[in-house]
C-alpha cells in the first residue's frame, strides 16, 4: 500500500510540474506580448505627439505668414531697425518714435500689411478686435438692404461701375458681390462684438484678418457705406437740406468729387488699388464708424500736426482708437503701457 500511495504522490508532482511548466511559457508569452504592446503604444504616442507639434507649428508659421496684423513688436526695437543711419530724416524718426515711448506711453506696435487697404485694415482690426460694437445708426438700419435701396429706391444704376480694390470689378453683378461684403461685415462683427473673452476674440480677429478673401470683403463694404452715406447727404444738399455733417460739404466741394459719381469713381473704386483713404476720407470713416480716431503723424514731429483726431468733433461716448504714421499712407497700430 505505501508503494502505490508514493506512486500516487510521484504521478501527480509531475502532472503538476508538467501543467507549471505549460503554464510559465504561457505566462511569459503573455507577459512579452504585454510588454510588445506597452512599447508600441509608447513609441506610437511619441510619433503622434511629434506629429502633432511639427503640424502646430506649421499652421502657426502659416498664420504668422498670413496675418495682416503681425504680433505686436517693441517700440524703439523696431524704430531702430527701421531708422538707421544718421540722415536728418532718420534722427527725426528716432526722435518721434522716442517721444511716442517717453510721453505717451506707447511702447510697443503691431505692424500692419502695406497696401492700399492699409488704413481700412488698422481701423477696421482695431474695432473688431477691441469689441466694439456696431455704431448707433447701424443697429437701426439692416446693412444688408443698403446696396438694394441704393440701386432700387434711389436709382443709382451706377453702382454697377464699382470697383473692388485690385479686383477692378465692375458689371451687373456688382449688387450682388457688394451684398456678399455686406453680409461679411454684419456676421464678422456681431460674433466679435458678442465675444467677451479677450483671448477668445483675439484669435477669432487674427484667423478672421489671415484670410485676404474676407478681409477684402470687410473693406468693400465699409467703403460702399461711406459711398451710401455721401449720396443720402448729397440728396439733402440738393433738397436745400443741412448735411448731417460739414464734412459732408468738404467732400462734396472737392473738384474731384462733386456728386457720388465722381467721388466713386475718383476716389473710392481706386482704394485698395492705387490709392489710400485720403484725409477728408478719414473724418468721414471714423465719423460713420462713430469712433474717434488718434493719429500720430510722425513725419509731423515738433509740429501742432504732430497727434490729429478724425474727426476732429466727435461724441463722447464714442470709442476711442489710434494709429500711428510716418507719411499719411501707411499706417500702424500703437499699444499703450503705462
Not at 441704393?150 to 444704376?157: A, P, V
Request: glycine share 4%.
Amino acid at each position: 500500500g505505501r508503494h502505490e500511495v508514493q506512486s500516487w504522490i510521484t504521478a501527480t508532482k509531475q502532472s503538476l510540474c508538467l501543467m507549471w511548466q505549460r503554464v510559465k511559457v504561457q505566462l511569459m508569452l503573455s507577459m512579452s506580448f504585454l510588454v510588445a504592446v506597452f512599447w508600441y503604444c509608447k513609441r506610437l504616442y511619441s510619433f503622434l505627439a511629434q506629429l502633432m507639434k511639427r503640424w502646430s507649428n506649421y499652421l502657426q508659421r502659416k498664420l504668422i505668414r498670413n496675418l495682416s496684423v503681425l504680433t505686436e513688436a517693441e517700440l524703439l526695437g523696431y524704430s531702430t531697425r527701421e531708422w538707421k543711419g544718421e540722415t536728418k530724416q532718420a534722427k527725426h524718426m528716432r526722435e518721434a518714435y522716442e517721444e511716442l515711448f517717453w510721453s505717451c506711453h506707447i511702447k510697443y506696435l503691431r505692424q500692419v500689411r502695406r497696401d492700399n487697404y492699409c488704413v481700412l485694415r488698422a481701423v477696421l482690426f482695431q474695432i473688431l478686435s477691441q469689441g466694439i460694437p456696431f455704431p448707433s445708426w447701424m443697429k437701426e438700419r439692416d446693412i444688408l438692404k443698403l446696396p438694394e435701396k441704393l440701386l432700387y429706391s434711389q436709382g443709382c444704376n451706377w453702382i454697377q461701375q464699382y470697383s473692388f480694390g485690385p479686383e477692378r470689378y465692375t458689371g451687373p453683378n456688382a449688387f450682388g458681390k457688394l451684398r456678399k461684403c455686406m453680409e461679411t461685415l454684419k456676421t464678422n462683427w456681431a460674433e466679435l462684438s458678442a465675444t467677451k473673452d479677450h483671448e477668445e476674440r483675439g484669435i477669432l480677429c487674427n484667423t478672421l484678418f489671415s484670410d485676404e478673401d474676407k478681409e477684402h470683403k470687410l473693406y468693400e463694404a465699409i467703403k460702399f457705406i461711406m459711398l451710401y452715406e455721401v449720396v443720402e447727404a448729397y440728396e439733402q444738399i440738393k433738397n436745400r437740406e443741412e448735411p448731417p455733417n460739414n464734412l459732408f460739404s468738404l467732400l462734396l466741394a472737392r473738384d474731384s468729387s462733386p456728386d457720388p459719381l465722381s467721388f466713386m469713381m475718383n476716389h473710392l473704386n481706386s482704394i485698395g488699388d492705387s490709392l489710400c483713404l485720403d484725409q477728408v476720407e478719414l473724418f468721414l470713416l471714423g465719423y460713420l464708424l462713430e469712433v474717434k480716431i488718434k493719429v500720430y503723424r510722425l513725419h509731423r514731429f515738433n509740429t501742432e500736426e504732430f497727434q490729429v483726431n478724425y474727426p476732429d468733433e466727435y461724441q463722447r461716448e464714442w470709442h476711442e482708437i489710434s494709429l500711428l504714421t510716418e507719411d499719411d499712407h501707411y499706417y500702424h497700430i500703437p499699444l499703450y503701457r503705462t
